[in-house]
Nanobody, 130 residues
Framework: EVRLMESGGGSVQAGGALKLSCKAD????????MAWFRKAPGKECELVSK???????HYADFAKGRFTVSQDNAEYTMYLQMNSLKPEDTAVYYC????????????????????????WGQGTQVLVSS
């Protein structure tokens, strides 16, 4: 069953911006922690950010100062605003709903694979050219 859906990806030149959306059902949005991940070809899965059910947000070091997470509770949607994009940001970006209180270190061990716990969207592609 599809419970999450990402959108907003596309192609952009370095220095540009994109805003990704993750549409979730109300249960996940209100009762779970939400996270953004990304995976580039030939590279490991990376945690981008975590938004806890209480609103606390964690950002990966590469995202700090450039990426911003926000939410629209009425629309059950989480956003990822990405500014000053770099070619190394090229990846498929996923959103996921995970259990409350899932530690950042546990999220960082996930593989962006079907074997991972929680519920995942199918991803949206981001291509950044130099």
């Amino acid at each position: 069953e599809v419970r999450l859906m990402e959108s907003g990806g596309g192609s952009v030149q370095a220095g540009g911006a994109l805003k990704l959306s993750c549409k979730a059902d109300g249960f996940f949005f209100n009762e779970r922690d939400m996270a953004w991940f990304r995976k580039a070809p030939g590279k490991e899965c990376e945690l981008v950010s975590k938004m806890a059910f209480n609103g606390l947000i964690h950002y990966a070091d590469f995202a700090k100062g450039r990426f911003t997470v926000s939410q629209d509770n009425a629309e059950y949607t989480m956003y990822l605003q990405m500014n000053s994009l770099k070619p190394e940001d090229t990846a498929v970006y996923y959103c996921a709903a995970v259990d409350r209180f899932t530690a950042v270190w546990a999220l960082e061990r996930m593989k962006c694979a079907r074997s991972d716990s929680g519920y995942w969207g199918q991803g949206t592609q981001v291509l950044v050219s130099s």
